[in-house]
């Protein structure tokens, strides 16, 4: 007979803890760190609007069905679509990465952390046109910041690539972390967030080189 498996939820693992503690609670000051969010921030929505010369890019862009656009909804930059929050962060994620012109992280995992301005900017402007929240450009360089930390301090010594995991999915966990705190999310709601962030269907890479340690590091 196998032993009974039990439905109560197991505690979560550390380094979720960590990541909902950083995202919920801390605010980063140093002069230094938003002066260089705010222009990389100048830095990703320039990349973003060059590729929308490009047709091949456009083309992607807009609502998943014509038309359906939404009032009051996120503004897509250089363009006239106000979508849902969703779509509006692929829209802008696509425009920033078209041309791999934006910024470069690398570490055992290379990446690139404003990828994760996708997911911020549709949320922030989403939020303040509904009066939801009101999200400044300030508010906006404080999420970037945490979010290129988190994605920044998880690549420092976790190569998923060889493993066959593309590097993606560490924007996808900073990104989920800063928008659930964003949402106005509890810690256990950021921590729920991000234990589906981690396992929902990662994007496959080829793999690399032989498999790092096992065990996720975050320091």
């Given amino acids: 007979m196998s032993a009974e498996v039990s439905n109560i939820r197991p505690e979560p693992d550390k380094i ?42 456009a083309k992607h862009l807009g609502p998943v069905v014509p038309g359906a656009t939404l009032v009051n909804g996120a503004r897509v930059p250089g363009t006239d679509w106000q979508l849902d929050p969703v779509q509006a962060a692929f829209n802008i994620g696509a425009m920033i990465r078209w041309l791999d012109f934006n910024d470069t992280w690398l570490a055992a995992e290379w990446g690139h952390p404003s990828d994760n301005l996708g997911g911020i900017l549709a949320l922030a402007d989403y939020l303040t046109r ?3 929240k009101a999200f400044t450009v300030g508010d906006m360089l404080i999420a970037m910041i945490k979010a290129h930390e988190i994605q920044g301090i998880l690549a420092l010594e976790n190569s998923f690539n060889r493993i066959g995991l593309d590097h993606v999915l560490l924007v996808r966990v ?26 929902d269907a990662p994007a496959n890479h080829g793999p690399r080189g032989t498999p790092p340690a096992a065990g996720c590091v975050w320091r």
């Fill in 130 to 132: 509904t009066k939801q």
């Fill in 16 to 57: 979720l803890v960590e990541l909902a503690d950083y995202a919920a609670s801390y605010t980063p000051d140093s002069r230094e760190a938003i002066d260089t969010a705010r222009h990389n921030l100048m830095d990703t929505l320039g990349c973003g609007l060059l590729a929308l010369r490009y047709p091949d890019c």
């Fill in 174 to 199: 900073a990104t989920t972390a800063i928008t659930t705190a964003m949402l106005g999310g509890t810690k256990e709601q950021i921590i729920s967030a991000l234990s589906n962030a981690w396992i």
